[in-house]
């Protein structure tokens, strides 16, 4: 991995703003934390900025509580932009006009990442930006700390699916098994991203269950989540993180869609079977992604927007079909 374009513009930079996505995952956080904890390793001031409120299942790493929202940013004098696991600027939300005319980082894992960047650097092999950033960091001369390598193990534990997605290679059990050799308390990250679950995003779980519908034999499956579903649960928009790991795990499923009542229409997840591609369904819509997992923005009412991602998913499911 070529770092040293990076490494300059570090250099010359002293107030950085390490930015992820919107509605931010486990990558996204843990590489964000594990980025600026870095920096702060070299001297440089380092602020962690999302678009939005991170899942409360990530609190328990230090500095999560103190991680910046759009609204906090203000006019501080950020000279260097660091964005990590954005595969394009729209995914940067509220943030993206705040951090604009500055030079930028890009580091990412999306096969469609299309950004332009002062630097960037894309592994669509790597299976997270976590994984990335445990070759990266090093490189930099930064020390990975238990501290560090717990966020980077979060960030890898959760785009893996702790380890059981197809995305987990040997490369990415070499990246864990150095993180752990580092300190990172697997058994517990495990625990706290796996093993508990509070009882709104359980309540909400029921509702997708709920609203379940199947094509092509059980092989298509999409659900939906409505505004009143979440008030009746007591859940908020973080809690839907996972939920569609429900539909995935339906041994008919080889392809399958999660759709979320927004104010700008719907958010939707997509997740597929190796041999079919949601990235470029999910790219056919404005959004983007991996082949096995992508997503995209529906600006249509939840109905018009369901009968929609079925019908692509089908299309996609016949292309894709072998047997």
Not at 41 to 50: G, P, R, S, T, Y
Not at 81 to 110: F, K, Y
Not at 164 to 192: F, S
Not at 202 to 211: D, P, Q, S, V, W
Request: glycine share 8%.
């Amino acid at each position: 991995m070529k770092s040293e374009r990076l490494a300059r513009l570090i250099d010359s930079a002293q107030c950085i703003a390490v930015c992820g996505h919107v509605n931010p995952d486990g990558d996204a956080v843990g590489s964000a934390l594990a980025f600026a904890a870095g920096l702060r390793q070299m001297k440089k001031e380092a602020d962690v900025l999302l678009p939005g409120p991170i899942d409360p299942v990530y609190l328990f790493l230090p500095g999560a509580d103190r991680i910046l929202m759009p609204e906090d940013v203000g006019k501080k004098p950020y000279d260097l932009t660091v964005c990590l696991d954005c595969s394009d600027a729209g995914r940067l939300g509220d943030l993206a006009p705040l951090l604009q005319g500055r030079p930028c980082a890009v580091i990412d894992h999306h096969i469609t990442n299309d950004c332009e960047a002062d630097y960037v650097y894309v592994d669509a092999q790597a299976s997270a930006t976590g994984e990335i950033l445990t070759e990266l960091l090093p490189q930099l001369g930064i020390t990975v700390d238990r501290t560090i390598a717990e966020y980077l193990l979060v960030a890898i534990e959760m785009d893996t699916g702790g380890f059981a997605h197809r995305n987990t290679t040997p490369r990415t059990l070499r990246a864990a098994a150095d993180l752990v050799a580092c300190g990172a308390d697997i058994n517990a990250i495990y625990t706290r991203l796996y093993a508990s679950r509070r009882l709104s995003k359980t309540k909400l779980m029921g509702r997708a269950i709920e609203h379940i519908r199947t094509e092509c034999s059980g092989a298509v499956v999409t659900t939906y989540l409505t505004k009143q579903d979440f008030e009746v649960s007591g859940a908020t928009e973080v809690d839907s993180d996972g939920v569609i790991d429900i539909l995935r795990e339906i041994d008919t499923c080889r392809l399958c869609a999660l759709l979320r009542e927004s104010q700008d229409g719907c958010k939707v997840s997509f997740r597929c079977a190796a041999g079919y591609d949601v990235a470029a369904v999910a790219k056919e819509l404005g959004g983007g992604g991996h082949v096995l997992a992508s997503g995209c923005t529906v600006r249509e009412d939840i109905d018009a927007a369901e009968a929609m991602i079925r019908e692509r998913l089908v299309r996609a499911w016949r292309e894709g079909k072998t047997d």
